[in-house]
């Protein structure tokens, strides 16, 4: 089975920065996608920032320039590290990777716990 934890939320003020990480452990043979959605109350889940197996990134419009995501494959851990917050941040950050378990495992999306993030304005 493969566990994903996140760490790094918390509560920062307008304009401060944090930097969430999720480290993914078990059964791991390869990861391709990494990524971070997020998930206000009332709201849908939405994606904020996804990086490939390559490096490629694609981000949402209105964190793109804040946030950045990066990954670090000899620790089977994504970031995202977020600056100028804005109250409108303020959600629930979910990790999610797509993990082949072994060399003939079919691939499956796993999903972090959750980290709540509040901006205070």
């Known amino acids: 089975q493969v566990q994903l934890v996140e760490s790094g939320g918390g509560l920062v003020q307008a304009g401060g920065s944090l930097r969430l990480s999720c480290a993914a452990s078990?059964?791991?043979?390869?990861?391709?996608?990494m990524g971070w959605y997020r998930q206000a109350p009332g709201k849908q889940r939405e994606l904020v920032a996804v990086?490939?197996?390559?490096?490629?990134?694609n981000y949402l419009d209105s964190v793109k320039g804040r946030f950045t995501i990066s990954r670090d494959n000899a620790k089977n851990t994504v970031y995202l590290q977020m600056n100028s917050l804005k109250p409108e941040d303020t959600a629930v950050y979910y990790c999610k990777m797509g993990v082949r378990p072994s060399k003939l495992g079919y691939w499956s999306d796993y999903w972090g716990q959750g980290t709540q993030v509040t901006v205070s304005s």
């Open positions: 078990g059964s791991i043979f390869s990861i391709n996608a």
């Open positions: 990086i490939s197996s390559g490096g490629s990134t």
